[in-house]
């Protein structure tokens, strides 16, 4: 896998609750990448059809499901299909939450399943802007979803049927990175977290932490420099490949591959085995401010 100190490789075969592999929370909260290169999501009979990017309507990057309902999204095609295709993902939700449970059982009853998605168009060409390229080094946050400090936990897997592996680049500790940029993000205008949720461009308040969270994903991504130069490692995940990070914490790029899972899981950074390894806690002592006023 070529990964030595960012990602972690773990020897599990099964997600189910009898694998080797638990109570981690102390590895993935402090910015590992836990790697199980023995961990197929398996496809079950006439599933392979699914591996195509025909069935992505074109208008969205993934076809995903929304939860509590799990409906399917972004996706294209006959109805019979479809509800065979809602099936195969639901059953990755349904595995990569047993399995998170298992890794991470101080989470249990905490963790909330956010969107579960298929990916299977190619990551070439996928940009529509710098913003959203990412091929370049970025942390997850978002515009219009502020995460008010919570938690973004993904479960990934590589699907590819043709031996492509996912190629992505992993980078700098989250403490290293905010320190990196910190000093050089300029306040919000006062009054605009109100703004934007009064016009509905944010779902809630962008918080102070959400303004600095949004700013290093942005500035991230804009300093060709620091894509280029600053410290990184590639890691390739080989098809039936799981992998399992913070996607708010590490440095990460996807570089290339074609067909993978991913399942979202939300967790409240008090929930945390270790609250002081949050990104939210980092900010608040490197900036001696709270954050979420
Ligand atoms: C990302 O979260 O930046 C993309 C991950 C991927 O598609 O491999
Ligand atoms: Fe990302």
């Not at 492509?164 to 403490?175: A, I, K, L, N, T």
């Not at 050089?184 to 959400?210: E, H």
């Not at 280029?228 to 080989?238: L, N």
């Not at 440095?251 to 949050?278: C, I, N």
Request: charged share 25%; with cysteine; proline share 7%.
């Amino acid at each position: 896998m070529g990964g030595d100190g960012i990602v972690h490789e773990y020897p599990d075969t099964t997600w189910a609750d009898d694998g080797p592999t638990r109570g981690v929370e102390a590895v993935v909260e402090s910015g590992h990448v836990l790697a199980f290169p023995h961990l197929a999501f398996g496809l079950e009979h006439g599933e392979e059809r699914f591996l195509d990017p025909r069935w992505a309507d074109g208008k969205a990057k993934n076809v995903s499901l929304r939860w509590p309902a799990g409906e399917l999204r972004g996706a294209a095609g006959a109805p019979a299909d479809l509800v065979a295709l809602q099936g195969m993902i639901a059953r990755y939700a349904d595995r990569s939450e047993a399995f998170a449970l298992r890794l991470f059982p101080h989470y249990r009853g905490k963790l909330r399943r956010g969107n579960s998605s298929f990916r299977p168009t190619g990551i070439a060409g996928r940009a529509r802007s710098w913003r959203q390229d990412d091929t370049r080094l970025h942390i997850d946050a978002f515009p219009s979803n502020p995460m008010q400090g919570t938690r973004l936990l993904r479960v990934f897997c590589n699907v590819n049927p043709r031996g492509e592996p996912r190629r992505w680049r992993v980078g700098e500790s989250f403490e290293a990175h905010a320190a990196r940029y910190l000093g050089s993000i300029a306040p919000p205008w006062p009054g605009s977290a109100w703004l934007l949720a009064a016009l509905g461009i944010t779902k809630r308040r962008r918080t102070g932490y959400d303004h600095l969270m949004l700013q290093l994903h942005d500035r991230a991504k804009a300093d060709l420099e620091f894509q280029r130069s600053s410290p990184q490692q590639r890691v390739d995940f080989a098809p039936g490949t799981t992998w399992v990070c913070f996607s708010d914490q590490v440095l990460h790029a996807a570089m290339g591959g074609q067909h993978m899972m991913e399942q979202t899981f939300y967790l409240d950074a008090g929930d945390l085995a270790d609250p002081s390894s949050a990104p939210l806690a980092v900010l608040e002592r490197l900036t001696g401010q709270p954050l979420l006023a």
